[in-house]
């Protein structure tokens, strides 16, 4: 920031003053205004911005301490300094205590100025640097990154909308690949702690014995190889979210520990006995049946009820199957991007393959199967040859033995693949509309 | 450049005046004289700081100076002061006429230190030249050494030196080519 771009306005009834810091700002390449008294500093505010004023608090009319609070009313990122005599020294602390950045008395030691000024400017500075930083991060933070247009997927982004606002706790259902850690970013990235951190904990990767020091931490020597005191997860969390992905796999012990510490927002690290107090939302994960859990007794009803507060289903692929076009040009675009290949689109046999593909590993196994058709492909669009040699099978033949039941899982296949577009199935079928009506009424199938 | 004149206001030493009227004269490429003070000084003392104004010494020199003269700057012994400031080491006018830079401050015996006439004479040589360059316009320069940096301290006097940086100097003589030349250098 130069100098010429930061403004100081001088308010003092005293014309020496006005003239002396005038001059002496002036000579530091400050933008310089001064008023001798309220009125005309409001006035000096409504023409253009200010970073800095120094108000004189004592003033006839309006106060420099009445002054400030408008000043504030007009632009809060104003930066006051108080000028006093050292008689009104109280009336300073007081402006203090209503948000001036500091006072000086007159007369002031030039070194003093100097360096009241230069901290008025770095804060102002940082500030404004916050704010951009801030900005970014929404931008960077949008929940642009759940990409579906189907009915089922803009159920989840409401309610990802409305639960992110609430600091309630959430879990996330879904087969493995659905994006469940996307939601749980979506719901941080939304909520008022997006500025701290959110904090993946995977209970099903670490090993049982390391999990409860990642969660807790550990002071030094609090086992053998604890040679530093470690920060735990729950610590790193503080401010922010804690998402436990696959929280079905979590052992017993930790579950009582982990209810213990979302009840209480306190724990000890391991081997330490200074309490931590935390404040994160808890949100996690899972593809288990945890309700059978609960009944089968490997999962604590207390926890899971304390944990099920708010539940978001992400539905799999393959009942989503209007997503697979969006989901299938959101990953090529990417990694055209990062491979820097000129390949922009995908050939319609290869869009047709995609969308009758049932995806067990769901969106995740869909970006892979993408990734690779860009690594094998060659401009200026990925081919059926392009994908993964287990979409290249033929689709799987239905388990059935009558004549009956293949023509009736067949039909189904069609319809789902076109999205029940009786024309299009039709066509595929090579049978007339009114015969494809009429056994869609004989098999009794609903959309 | 116009000229510009040197005046003592109270006591200062012949040799000093003639040091300062040579470096100020080869700074400013101008021509420089010495000039007696043509104003009672004890009008601008304030007995209540026991200091004297140095705004009104500006308005002092300016009104004895008439249009065909150029700069001035008055060179003083005594503790100078604005109102809303303890104490100045100088004043200038910002694009104007008058100067004036004042010694009191600038003795290390005022800092309990050993006097030392060769270290006080380069600190007035370098505030002179400093509050003389804001009559030509120059505003502080962030260069810790040229002569244009503010300096708050004595001790930071002595840190820069006594002539102004490029951009400084491009800024004097903009069309000296070889001060533009070094400059985009």
Not at chain 2, 59 to 73: A, F, H, K, P, Q
Request: hydrophobic share 40%; charged share 25%; proline share 4%.
């Amino acid at each position: 920031m130069n100098k010429s771009d930061i403004g100081i306005l001088i308010v003092d009834d005293e014309f020496s003053v006005r003239d002396s810091l005038g001059r002496w700002f002036k000579e530091d390449g400050f933008r310089v205004a001064t008023a001798e008294n309220a009125n005309e500093a409001l006035k000096r505010m409504q023409e253009q911005s200010w970073d800095i004023a120094l108000v004189d608090i004592k003033m006839p009319g309006v106060s420099g301490l009445e002054l400030q609070r408008r000043i504030k009313e007009i632009d809060k990122n104003v930066y006051v300094i108080i000028i006093t005599a050292y008689a009104s020294v109280e009336s300073a602390v007081q402006a203090l205590k209503e948000g001036a950045f500091d006072y000086v008395t007159k007369p002031i030691d030039p070194d003093d100025l100097s360096h009241l000024v230069q901290n008025a400017i770095k804060q102002r500075t940082l500030a404004a640097e916050n704010l951009l930083l801030r900005t970014k991060i929404e931008e960077l933070s949008k929940p642009s990154e759940i990409i579906g247009e189907s009915p089922q997927m803009k159920k989840v982004m409401e309610l990802v909308k409305t639960v992110a606002k609430e600091d309630t706790t959430v879990m996330i259902r879904g087969e493995s690949g659905t994006g469940k850690e996307l939601v749980a970013r979506a719901i941080h990235n939304n909520s008022t702690r997006r500025y701290f951190p959110l904090i993946p904990v995977n209970c099903g990767s670490i090993p049982e014995g390391l999990l409860e020091s990642e969660l807790f931490g550990h002071e030094k020597g609090a086992f053998t190889g604890a040679q530093y005191r470690r920060k735990g997860k729950f610590e790193m969390a503080n401010g922010g979210t804690i998402f436990f992905d696959e929280i079905g796999n979590l052992d017993m012990k930790l579950q009582v520990d982990l209810l213990r510490v979302i009840e209480t927002k306190q724990f000890t690290r391991l081997g330490g006995e200074q309490v931590i107090n935390v404040d994160f939302r808890v949100i996690c994960a899972t593809n288990k049946n945890l309700e059978k859990a609960v009944e089968d007794g490997s999962f604590r009803e207390d926890l899971y009820y304390r944990l099920n507060v708010f539940s978001v289903f992400i539905p799999p692929l393959r009942e989503r199957r209007s997503d697979i076009p969006l989901l299938a040009q959101h990953f090529l675009l990417q990694y055209a991007l990062s491979m820097n290949k000129k390949i922009n689109a995908i050939s319609p046999e290869a869009l047709d393959l995609l969308i009758r593909y049932d995806w067990p590993g769901n969106v995740r196994e869909l970006q892979n199967a993408i990734e690779r058709a860009m690594v094998v492909g060659k401009p200026p669009c990925i081919r059926i040859e392009d994908l993964p040699f287990q979409l290249n099978n033929r689709p799987k033949l239905p388990e059935a033995d009558s004549i009956a039941e293949v023509e009736r899982q067949h039909i189904i296949n069609i319809l789902d693949r076109t999205g029940w577009n009786i024309t299009r199935s039709a066509e595929i079928l090579k049978i007339d509309r009114v015969t494809l009506y009429n056994k869609i009424e004989k098999y009794g199938l609903r959309k | 450049m116009s000229a510009i004149a040197v005046v003592p206001i109270g006591s200062v030493a012949e040799g000093l005046l003639t040091r300062l009227a040579k470096s100020i004269g080869e700074t400013f490429r101008s021509g420089v004289s010495h000039q007696a003070l043509r104003f009672d000084p004890s009008v601008a003392f304030d007995s209540y700081r026991n200091q004297y104004n140095s705004t009104m010494f500006l308005s002092l020199l300016l009104n004895g100076l008439d249009e065909t003269e150029g700069r001035i700057v008055g060179v003083t012994d005594y503790d100078l002061f604005v109102p809303v400031l303890t104490f100045v080491f100088g004043e200038a006018q910002l694009n104007g006429r008058v100067a004036v830079v004042s010694s009191f401050r600038l003795r290390p015996e005022y800092y309990g230190l050993r006097a030392d006439r060769a270290l006080l004479e380069g600190r007035i040589e370098k505030e002179a030249i400093h509050e003389v360059g804001h009559t030509f316009g120059l505003l502080h320069c962030v260069d810790p050494t040229c002569v244009m940096h503010s300096s708050t301290y004595a001790e930071d006097i002595d840190l820069k030196g006594s002539s102004p940086c490029r951009r400084c100097l491009f800024q004097l003589f903009p069309a000296d080519s070889a001060a533009t030349v070094d400059f985009f250098q």
